[in-house]
């Protein structure tokens, strides 16, 4: 039944036409049908030590999912991909798999990686489909957690809770749950109603979500450390970085997150800042990771007149996922490689106008490994834009109550956490971006899964 790969070759999850794409802001790939999803499962050679499961942070069971797949055992594959992973469908579609199990497949020496992330999805959404729900305990204890931050770190820390017969409260400053999954990743990549029926599981199993809540503001942090058993803190680090050059504060110049919010919330119907629109504009984003290319493409749906992102290395060194980069390059997207900002032109009325760049070249390798970034003299070059996303990086936001209570941040303003993801306060525990600084929504889960597990054994000890 396995071991199919000389007969079967790798084909990915079809993809819309980036014309056909680029009218709408639904997701571009097909789920696999129930025969391909077998075939491709079948793919795999069942390594005895699986560099995929170990590559994978969740460690999900990736060899035994793809098996029963292949038998066509959904059931079974379903229970399977829940058991470590609190969304696997939204993963499935949204890891960077080239870096993560897909890249460390034995079969990814030239046969192509057995595609993981779209059985993955396969698996779930199908399941989902037949009427399938994830198991969560329904006998709860009287032990009671309060999560501040309802994103990826803090859904998955509620969903390990509940398995574990712990009752959740959480509390959220957005309207919506999710996070970045809501308000960040656009619906391109994730359609919106994933994380809404994962809350609705949630709710189903007796989570309770307080939306438009934020802990330092509309409750005090005090209080839930009083009335719950243990607190756990996902706030993310959402705060944007702008290049440090004449002009980044014009008008018409956006950090990612305040244009990428304000574009979703007003495809949510919710109130936004309309002064960001891009709409017959031109558009010039700074930046080469997955941010960067979430606003490219974001600025074409929104009829921006010409897009272009502007990175000082070049394509091999992007930062983000190749997928992506080539998704946007598919739907119209210029690429000005080996560029680097130096003003954010404006006219008198302090429109902008354009962006003065200097060339840039690779030079030596950095600690890491990483080839310096260099200029090139008298290299400057202007790129006429009405409109400058900078897609730059996070930082943590510093709130008053972490401070105030004793929570320890390290020197980039995360919140320090020991082996059991407890921070410097005890009862008091962190993970996700806010612990690790911007990272991703897989690590988020297992960062939520794995205090969940340190939580429960601490109360019921
Ligand atoms: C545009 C963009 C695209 C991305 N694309 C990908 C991708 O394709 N794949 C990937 O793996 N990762 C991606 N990431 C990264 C990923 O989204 C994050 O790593 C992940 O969401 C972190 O999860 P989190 O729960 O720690 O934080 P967040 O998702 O930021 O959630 C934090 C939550 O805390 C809430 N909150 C904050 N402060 C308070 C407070 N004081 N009181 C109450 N609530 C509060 C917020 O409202 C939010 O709901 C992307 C990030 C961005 C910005
Ligand atoms: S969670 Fe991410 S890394 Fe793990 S198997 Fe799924 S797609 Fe791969």
Same mark, same amino acid.
């Given at each position: ?24 802001f639904n997701e ?116 009671? $957690?309060? @999560?501040? #931050?309802?994103?990826? %770190?803090?859904?998955?820390?509620? =969903?390990? *809770?509940?398995? !574990?017969?712990?009752? &959740? ?16 990743i656009p619906g391109f990549k994730l359609d919106k ?71 979703q919330?007003?495809n ?15 558009? $010039?984003? @700074?930046? #080469?990771?997955?941010? %960067?290319?979430?606003?490219?493409? =974001?600025? *074409?749906?929104? !009829?921006?007149?010409? &897009? ?118 005890? #009862? ?34």
């Amino acid at each position: 039944m396995m071991q199919k790969f000389f007969d079967l070759e790798r084909i990915d999850a079809k993809k819309r036409s980036g014309g056909e794409r680029i009218k709408d802001f639904n997701e571009i790939y097909e789920v696999f049908s129930v025969n391909k999803a077998s075939n491709q499962s079948a793919r795999c050679i069942q390594c005895g030590d699986p560099y995929c499961h170990n590559k994978c942070p969740l460690h999900n069971l990736i060899p035994h999912w793809l098996k029963a797949t292949a038998n066509k055992d959904l059931e079974l594959a379903f229970a399977l991909s829940n058991e470590p992973s609190p969304f696997p469908e939204v993963l499935g579609k949204i890891c960077p798999h080239d870096r993560l199990c897909e890249g460390d497949c034995t079969l990814n020496d030239g046969h192509g990686a057995i595609t993981i992330g779209s059985v993955e999805t396969f698996i779930n959404e199908k399941a989902f489909e037949q009427g399938l729900k994830p198991m969560i305990q329904t006998k709860m204890s009287d032990k009671k $957690v309060a @999560i501040i #931050g309802a994103g990826p %770190a803090g859904i998955s820390c509620a =969903t390990f *809770l509940l398995r !574990k017969g712990i009752q &959740v409260e959480l509390f959220d400053k957005q309207a919506r749950a999710g996070g970045l999954l809501t308000y960040g990743i656009p619906g391109f990549k994730l359609d919106k109603t994933d994380i809404e029926r994962r809350v609705g599981f949630l709710k189903e199993a007796g989570a309770i979500f307080n939306q438009n809540c934020e802990v330092g503001k509309d409750i005090a942090f005090e209080d839930l450390i009083k009335k719950f058993d243990a607190v756990f803190i996902g706030v993310g680090a959402t705060k944007g970085r702008r290049a440090t050059i004449k002009g980044a504060d014009a008008k018409s110049s956006y950090l990612a997150m305040e244009f990428l919010t304000a574009i979703q919330k007003k495809n949510f119907g919710e109130e936004y800042d309309k002064s960001i629109a891009v709409k017959d504009k031109r558009v $010039v984003v @700074i930046g #080469g990771g997955d941010t %960067a290319m979430d606003c490219v493409r =974001t600025s *074409l749906r929104e !009829k921006a007149r010409a &897009v272009t992102c502007l990175y000082r290395r070049d394509a091999n060194n992007m930062p983000g996922s190749k997928k992506e980069f080539i998704n946007a390059r598919e739907e119209g997207v210029d690429f000005e490689f080996y560029s680097s900002p130096k003003e954010v032109l404006v006219d008198e009325a302090g429109d902008i106008i354009g962006i003065k760049m200097i060339r840039t070249e690779l030079g030596e390798a950095d600690e890491s490994g990483r080839q310096r970034v260099q200029e090139v003299e008298n290299s400057e070059f202007v790129v006429d834009a009405d409109v400058v996303i900078f897609a730059l990086g996070f930082d943590p936001v510093k709130y008053d109550f972490l401070e105030a209570n004793g929570i320890e941040l390290d020197k980039w303003g995360g919140i320090k956490v020991d082996k059991n993801y407890e921070s410097s306060k005890s #009862g008091v525990y962190a993970g996700g971006d806010c612990h690790r600084g911007a990272d991703l929504v897989v690590t988020a889960a297992l960062d939520g899964r794995e205090a969940a597990k340190a939580i429960a054994e601490k109360i019921f000890a």
